[in-house]
């Protein structure tokens, strides 16, 4: 019965936020947009506006990405290295 | 991915493995300019040194390379993303900070608009793609390595 309820309440939670959105692509503050069109060329001196998003506006972001795929590698040789 | 395959499959292999390998370091260095980067370019070497497993078998590419030195590798590009990093933090302002534009080294600064193809630009932009680039080549290629050896192993 508890989940019952908990369950409605997420789905009406849910449906309520789908009829919430707004329609897709229609975007409500483009500020950061026009800031990162404009000026990343001069800032970050590359033509390839999202290589400087990814490795420079967001360097923790790619920092973060590398470090994942070190410990998933790191765990997949510790588990399957086998030395005689 | 037991034993060799056949010399057909194993000279076109070996034919076509620099020129993936180049393709690979293309897209890495043109991270900056071209869509791709580190880690696509990354995958695409590593694809290579898959396909070379795949043709000549584990054992001897084990004999061969030995995922201790792909290791290394990869842990060499980390360390080199992280220093970039702390460089950035003590010669200017905060940790990832692009303190080479302007500089002689990857300094120039693109004109707006398309793309004229000049390679010395982007700041720490392109060592950090060659960074992450030694990083998805050598962790993907060892996990692979070892993966299929691990399975060949178990098979006995």
Redesign the interface.
């Known amino acids: 019965m508890k989940k019952a309820i908990v369950f409605i309440i997420f789905a009406i939670f849910l449906l309520y936020t789908a009829y919430e959105l707004r329609p897709f692509g229609e975007i409500k503050e483009s500020k950061m947009d026009d800031y990162i069109i404009e000026n990343a ?8 506006v ?3 998003v ?3 506006y967001r ?2 972001d ?2 973060g990405e ?2 994942v ?2 410990t ?2 790191a765990g ?2 510790v588990v ?3 030395r005689k | 991915m037991n034993g060799r395959m056949t010399p057909i499959v194993t000279t076109i292999a070996a034919l076509l493995f620099p020129f993936v390998i180049v393709f690979s370091f293309y897209v890495i260095m043109h991270g900056h300019l071209t869509p791709g980067g580190g880690f696509q370019g990354g995958a695409i070497g590593a694809s290579a040194i898959v396909m070379l497993i795949v043709a000549y078998g584990v054992k001897e590419i084990y004999k061969k390379t030995g995922d201790e030195t792909l290791s290394i590798f990869e842990s060499i590009g980390g360390l080199i993303f992280v220093l970039v990093g702390i460089i950035g933090f003590i010669m200017a302002s905060s940790f990832l900070y692009n303190f080479l534009v302007g500089k002689p080294l990857f300094g120039d600064i693109p004109p707006f608009g398309s793309n004229p193809g000049e390679l010395n630009t982007g700041g720490i932009l392109p060592i950090l793609n060659i960074a992450v680039g030694m990083k998805v080549i050598g962790g993907l290629a060892s996990v692979i390595l070892i993966m299929a050896l691990a399975t060949e192993g178990g098979k006995k």
């Open positions: 060329q001069n800032e970050t001196g590359a033509n390839n999202v290589t400087s990814v490795f420079d360097g923790y790619t920092l590398a470090t795929l070190f998933a590698i997949a040789l399957l290295r086998w």
